[in-house]
């Protein structure tokens, strides 16, 4: 190729190169965003920075797994509440609703329907740890109540109890009247309790017939 030639080639590729790295550079500048212009993510602006060493590893894993379970031990315990209940023996055997507590100006009671027992909401549901309470009436306005044969429980007796789960069944262990005053016997328990209740038919109906009754081990659901 004559030096003329070569002359021109090397300056027109040279001519190529820069307008190249002018394009390049002209990129770059475009694309940076300006100071004091960005918005920061709040998730990490407003975290302090925490060093991830193989400790904070394992503690942030291990609240995370206790976490887990400690949901995992509220549903496995959690059960559906009861529908129904039989007492074999004095021939009981009725549905059972759910009754949640009101205040008014007669003070705090449950409303039990007159045609059902009446599971009281905030007590332990069957399966489950807890003190399971129900009541029924044992005399209404049209005539004897659910638990009118209830006056004639004994221990030994057993009790169903069903829900959605299935049939739970429990053995009567105590019989005791208290004053209607007396709320210990709602308390809750670490251990399964089915406690019935009703009132005394004495004219007054200011005490009530309690009836405690303890899970037949294995205690379990039934189909």
Known sequence: MPRGLRRVALLAWTTLLLVACVRVQVQRTSTVEPVGERTPTPAVAERPAVERTPETVVQ?????????????TLFRYRMPPPTA?????????????????????????WPVPPDAAAHLAGTANPGEPGNIAITGHVDTERGPGVFWRLLEVQPGDEVTVWSAAGSFTYRVTEVRVVPEDDRSVLRQSDRELLTLLTCVPDGRYDHRLVVRAE???????QR
């Open 85 to 109: 209940l039989q007492v074999a023996r004095l021939g009981i055997d009725v549905r059972v609703v759910d009754v949640a507590s009101v205040a008014d100006e007669r003070g705090w009671y």
């Open 60 to 72: 942030v894993e291990g609240a995370r797994s206790a976490q887990a379970s400690g949901l995992r």
């Open 215 to 221: 899970p037949l081990r294995p205690a379990m659901a």
